[in-house]
Structures are given as structure tokens and as C-alpha cells.
């Protein structure tokens, strides 16, 4: 019988299965579709500490941002594309270039790196930008990964360790013993007798945890993604409008947009980012797409002549508080969860997987999770 079953085979299920084997536990993933085929893909890979106001959710990405330098190091040589580009953030407005440096006044007190640019010093740090921009913060520790690269890596490694990853077999139910203790795990096909089951589902988060009968509000959130053709090194940082915080942190389900643009390895350039909660319609969004492509060319103005090779599109799992739900159900033993990343899963998908490591593992947890516990939930939706 496994230890653990782990749901969805994304980048954080990928982490939390290569670090509960490393633990030794016997683990199996299950995953309906194909690795890495949901949020995992269809991401920009980011690695962010500029992004998150001082509180839980940076203490768990300055942790994280460590695990994936460690990684890194043992995978090597570049498994995945990992990249200390660093992040710039720019702002459009004087108010907006003092609201920033509050923002980056009160991150620095908490361990984040930052470095007040001057408007006459970005040019310094990325040549092309518009030329009338007040100023910006730089953040040397943010980084870049390809994601599929980096959940195909941590599978495998989890495989090395002995884990089982089971691909086209979707979650249907919990079965549960005469305490209330999961028992197995139910699929359209068949039963996984198991200890305990993690639900890192993703956007699917929400219907996993009903499935298993503990649920959790995760909501999927849309955004959308330009990717130009290859250029030579034109955008040397990850580079967003400081109004990207705002929106990040927004409740609002209408549609959002802000600026951010990064080079990839390959050369190409994406372009980003927009937020709407629209359920699970893939439709795509031609009125989107230019919003992006016209803020992109205000930060940018040589995009306006660059071609676009093509679009994506995914779902972000939103979680109500912007935090993600980590740790065990108080509701039924045997079930954890580790989803509700939103746009951030990528960047904290290693530190999410130690700390589910260390609880299956009955360890002490290396960060604080009570900010991140499922029983703040546990009311509101039992």
C-alpha cells in the first residue's frame, strides 16, 4: 500500500511527490491527463519575490527560492532552464513610483533584496524601455524556469527514488475506513488503497477536494500570454508595471490587466498579464490580447514592430485570501491539500512540497504553515 497518493502531476504535485520520496515514503501520482498539461504549461516559469507584500506568502517564496537554487544544483547541468534574471519593476506615474518604493521599503525589512532605480538609471538596466518612465525598484532574487522542464525533472527524480506515476486516471472519491481515515482512493477505473492522499490538483483543486469530500474555494482564474518570435537578448530582466501588485492581489472577477514582459532562453518574448475569473471558458479574448500587446508597446515601443508567433491561454488557481491552502484536513484524516498557488505555483511549488513532505513525515515543518492550514476553511464549506 503507498504512503501517499498525490493527485495532478503538475509542478506541484511533481514537488510534493519528489520530496515525500526523498522522506521514504511510497508514493503514487495519479494525473487525468498528461504531465504538466494544466497551469504547470501554460505559465511563464516565474520565480518571484517582488511581487508579494511582507506575510506568510513571501516567507514561503524567499524559502522556496532557496530549494530551487538547491535543485538546481543537484539536477544540473540546467535541467530546467533556471535563470537568475532578476525582476524590474517600473513605474508609469509619480504616484505610483512613491506607492512602489513604500512597497519595496517594507519587503526589504523582511530579507528582500531591492535596489531604487532612478528614471535616468533604467536605461542602465534594460536599454529599450520607454524613455519617460519615473523610476523603478530592481530585484536581483527574482528569477526564471521552464515549468514543464522542472515537473518532468522532479518526476523523474521522484521515479529514481521509487515513486509511481499513474497518467489517465482521474479522482472520483475517498474511501474512508470505520474512524473516518481515507483508506484509498477511488478512480473512474478503479481503488488505490493508500494512507493518505494530497490533493494538488491546481485549478481543479476545488473539485478534487469535494471529490474526496473536504472542499476547498479554489476558483480558476484566466489569463492570457503573447509570445513573440525570437529576438536577440532585447529585455534583459522580467520587467512589470507596479500596478501588477494591485492586481495580483484584486478580488475583483472582472477582467485586470498590467504589464509584464520577459525574454525566455529561446529568444522569444511573453508578454502579459491578464486576470479574469470566467470560470472554466477557454474562449479566447481578441479585445485581451491587443490590451496586452498595447501596454506591452507603452513599456517597450520596439514591440510595436515585433511579430507574434502565438498565444496561450490557461487558469490561475485563485484562491479567496490569495494564499494558498497547505496541510492537512481538519475534516477527514488521511487528506491534505497543497493548491491554491494562483499565479505563483511555479515559483513555490519546492518549498509547498517540503512542507507536505515534512507533515506526511510527521517532521517539523522548516517554515510556519498555519497561514497556510485547510481548517481555515472548514467551516465555511463543510
Not at 501554460?42 to 507584500?53: A, F, M, P, T
Not at 520607454?130 to 526564471?144: E, F, R
Not at 509570445?227 to 501588485?245: F, I, N, Q
Not at 479585445?287 to 500587446?293: G, P
Request: glycine share 12%.
Amino acid at each position: 500500500m503507498p504512503d501517499v497518493v498525490i493527485v495532478g502531476a503538475g509542478i506541484v504535485g511533481a514537488a510534493c511527490a519528489y520530496y515525500a520520496a526523498r522522506e521514504g515514503l511510497t508514493v503514487t501520482v495519479l494525473e487525468r491527463g498528461t504531465v504538466a498539461g494544466g497551469t504547470t504549461s501554460r505559465g511563464e516559469g516565474n520565480i518571484l519575490v517582488s511581487d508579494k507584500e511582507p506575510g506568510p506568502e513571501l516567507d514561503l517564496a524567499l524559502a522556496s527560492r532557496t530549494r530551487w537554487l538547491e535543485l538546481a544544483a543537484e539536477f544540473g547541468p540546467d535541467p530546467f532552464e533556471l535563470e537568475e534574471k532578476g525582476g524590474l519593476v517600473v513605474a508609469t506615474s509619480d504616484p505610483g513610483a512613491a506607492a512602489l518604493t513604500r512597497f519595496a521599503e517594507g519587503q526589504r525589512a523582511t530579507g528582500v533584496e531591492t535596489v531604487a532605480v532612478s528614471a535616468d538609471q533604467l536605461h542602465d538596466h534594460e536599454p529599450n524601455l520607454a524613455p519617460d518612465l519615473p523610476g523603478g525598484v530592481l530585484y536581483p532574487q527574482d528569477m526564471q524556469v521552464q515549468p514543464v522542464l522542472a515537473a518532468v525533472s522532479l518526476l523523474a527524480a521522484a521515479r529514481s527514488l521509487g515513486a509511481t506515476v499513474v497518467r489517465g486516471e482521474e479522482v472520483v472519491a475517498a474511501e474512508r475506513g470505520p474512524d473516518g481515515r481515507v483508506t484509498a482512493v477511488r478512480t473512474r477505473t478503479g481503488s488505490y488503497p493508500t494512507n493518505a492522499v494530497v490533493n494538488a490538483a491546481g485549478t481543479w483543486g476545488g473539485q478534487v477536494g469535494e471529490r474526496l469530500g473536504a472542499p476547498i474555494p479554489i476558483l480558476p482564474r484566466r489569463g492570457f500570454i503573447l509570445v513573440t518570435e525570437p529576438l536577440p537578448r532585447v529585455v534583459r530582466h522580467k520587467v512589470y508595471s507596479a500596478d501588477y501588485v494591485e492586481n495580483v492581489a484584486s478580488d475583483d472577477a472582472g477582467l485586470e490587466t498590467s504589464t509584464v514582459v520577459e525574454g525566455t532562453q529561446g529568444g522569444t518574448v511573453l508578454i502579459g498579464a491578464s486576470r479574469e475569473r470566467v470560470g472554466f471558458d477557454d474562449t479566447m479574448s481578441v479585445a485581451v490580447l491587443r490590451r496586452l500587446a498595447s501596454l506591452a508597446v507603452r513599456l517597450f515601443p520596439f514591440l510595436a514592430d515585433v511579430r507574434l508567433m502565438r498565444t496561450y491561454r490557461g487558469f490561475r488557481p485563485y484562491c479567496p485570501d490569495h494564499l494558498p491552502v497547505i496541510g492537512p484536513d481538519p475534516r477527514i484524516p488521511g487528506v491534505f491539500h497543497a493548491c491554491g498557488h494562483e499565479g505563483a505555483g511555479i515559483g513555490l511549488a519546492p518549498a509547498t512540497g517540503k512542507l507536505i513532505s515534512q507533515m506526511l513525515a510527521n517532521g517539523q515543518p522548516d517554515i510556519d504553515p498555519s497561514a497556510f492550514a485547510p481548517s481555515r476553511f472548514a467551516q465555511v464549506t463543510a
